[in-house]
């Protein structure tokens, strides 16, 4: 979820550049680019390279993966789920198909009960078969949360499973099997049938089960907080080779069947991610298609994009789409962060976004500005929200005299957070993954903050470790960048991730603010709301108290591109998870 990236390149740092990406092709040479004779004339067969910047996934623990991209990877690579997406490009794509299960699922008792029977056929990597109690083990790991962090809390939320006093469950997890009788009963096996009783109704559950969180996980090979070096697969790939800052191999899993999958189409021989390139090697293997069987996983830095999009013979390498996300900086309202109201409100008023629009490729490629958490695709949970951006002191060059109003009214309501904010020997930390558009654009908001008075520091993450690290509450600083893209289409998806203690992303760590408990009242009661009509119009309501407490700032309605080389076939966009329908992918001959 990493922003767009922009570099001057000079002609000694082309040169260089070109010069590693010669060196990388002799690299990946050694272990081959193109398909074989026998397959050249077929989508089978070759290897298919992905390059980014980042050291590393995120995560790969299925109960851990938490971002649309990776997920999308690893559920066409490594993983089954009792459902799936459709892989197709294409509003049909947002359809559930069944994967190990053989349907999409049936709910009884006003749905807050799920049974789904596994089909016939489907193997672990070892070739023994795929069980029932598989999944009920790969659901009780998201309960391990001193183990298992950084995951969707769905499953964890909806299970029927009483909460301890401080909200979280009393099932700790299959490692400490504190409250393991009561997930016993939350999740049932009988046979091949796996039975989900839930605490409330949810007629969208099975979408839930769309994501890895809800994968089976073989008990005999789990590894605790090490399963996310080496997951076992079940899927029509398995890792051969996963080195953090260098690259993962993907080979094919033998034991898979494909007709026990109904979903997966998989193609290459072999799958293989490099990692850690500098964003100027990977723009330069794009733009001169010099390894041409390869995927660029991260998004071009805007000039190159520019150039990439300019070009008539890549107008079958590249789109441009609007994306599922939105892209926003959450503020840490906890006590000693950002717990002040006029100073969150002074650094939004300052913020110059023209000049970050500007950066990032202008509105052609950055997307517009947004008023909401929730996105206008999500339709009937959408609504056009107050103050913010249609405050009428707001400016998109950004407004340093409001700001300055702002501060000078904090120093009366909240003189602790006054001090921090124009203190220079304390100031404000800004969390930001570590790329050279996110560098150039710390730039441009220190402009900024200087302009209203504000002293902005900056806090650079390594791209792989960033969600990790600002989802660690002891880790996190004042200000963290992050994007979001609703789950499904229901704003269940995007109001409590983001805002409530166990929703899984509240980056805003706000349950001290005062009106939290009220907040979160009305949260779980649109949860449980069926009347879909009335769900909506809490969340439109939910959506506008976040936007007037500032908790997060600056949502941008994003645009996302994504480009690949002349030998990569069967690129498709697929809607769910926004990015590369990654299982179509193929080697041309």
Not at 242 to 252: A, C, F, N, T
Request: aromatic fraction near 12%.
């Amino acid at each position: 979820m990493s922003g767009s990236k922009m570099v001057k390149r000079h002609l000694n740092r082309r040169l260089i550049a070109t010069t590693a990406a010669t060196a990388l092709i002799a690299a990946v040479a050694l272990v081959g680019t193109t398909t074989s004779a026998s397959a050249a004339s077929s989508k089978n067969g070759g290897t298919l390279y992905f390059i980014t910047n980042q050291q590393q996934f995120d995560h790969v623990d299925p109960a851990r993966v938490y971002t649309g991209r990776d997920i999308a990877f690893f559920n066409s690579y490594l993983y089954r789920n009792l459902v799936s997406y459709k892989p197709t490009a294409g509003s049909a794509g947002s359809s559930l198909v069944a994967d190990l299960a053989t349907n999409t699922g049936v709910p009884s008792n006003n749905a807050k009960t799920w049974k789904f029977t596994l089909r016939a056929g489907s193997t672990w990597e070892d070739g023994s078969a795929v069980t029932c109690a598989d999944v009920q083990y790969g659901v009780s790991r998201a309960f391990a949360t001193d183990v298992i962090t950084d995951g969707p809390q769905y499953l964890v939320g909806a299970l029927k499973i009483p909460k301890a006093s401080d909200g979280s469950s009393v099932y700790k997890g299959p490692y400490k099997k504190t409250g393991q009788a009561l997930f016993n009963k939350a999740v049932t096996c009988k046979g091949t049938t796996v039975t989900f009783n839930l605490n409330r109704s949810f007629a969208d559950f099975n979408y839930a089960l769309t994501y890895p969180a809800g994968a089976p996980v073989k008990k005999s090979k789990d590894t605790g907080d090490k399963y996310d070096l080496r997951p076992y697969s079940n899927g029509p790939y398995k890792i051969a080779r996963y080195k953090i800052g260098d690259e993962m191999s993907l080979v094919r899993n033998t034991k898979w069947k494909q007709s026990s999958d109904k979903v997966r189409t998989p193609y290459p021989d072999n799958i293989v991610v490099r990692f850690g390139l500098s964003q100027d090697v990977a723009d330069q293997i794009m733009l001169d298609d010099s390894i041409p069987n390869t995927v660029d996983l991260d998004t071009l830095q805007p000039a190159n994009l520019r150039a990439f999009f300019a070009d008539p013979s890549k107008a079958k390498q590249r789109f441009n789409v609007y994306d599922p996300y939105v892209r926003y900086a959450a503020m840490n309202v906890s006590p000693g962060k950002m717990d002040c109201l006029d100073v969150r409100k002074a650094v939004f008023f300052a913020v110059n976004m023209q000049a970050l629009i500007d950066l990032s490729g202008g509105l052609v490629f950055y997307g517009d500005p947004g008023d909401s958490p929730i996105k206008p695709v999500l339709g009937l949970d959408y609504a056009k929200t107050t103050g913010n951006i249609h405050d009428p002191a707001w400016s998109v060059n950004g407004n340093p005299d409001k700001a300055k109003a702002l501060l000078a009214s904090a120093k009366t309501s909240c003189p602790a957070a006054y001090d921090r904010a124009t203190n220079p020997n304390k100031g404000i930390t800004w969390d930001l993954a570590k790329t050279a558009t996110n560098q150039k654009a710390s730039v441009l908001i220190q402009t900024a903050m200087d302009a209203a008075g504000i002293v902005m520091k900056f806090n650079f993450i390594p791209s792989g470790q960033y969600y990790s690290t600002v989802q660690d509450t002891t880790k996190q600083n004042d200000i963290s960048t992050a994007g979001w893209g609703a789950d499904w289409a229901n704003a269940s998806t995007v109001i409590p991730p983001l805002f409530t203690k166990e929703g899984g992303f509240d980056l805003s760590q706000n349950w001290n603010d005062p009106a939290y408990p009220a907040f979160k009242a009305k949260s779980d009661r649109a949860l449980a709301e069926t009347n879909r009509a009335k769900q909506a119009a809490m969340w439109k309501e939910l959506a506008q108290y976040a936007m007037d407490q500032y908790w997060i700032i600056r949502p941008v309605f994003n645009k996302g591109q994504d480009v690949w080389g002349s030998k990569v076939g069967g690129v498709y966009y697929w809607e769910p998870q926004g990015t590369f329908g990654f299982g179509g992918l193929y080697v041309k001959g």
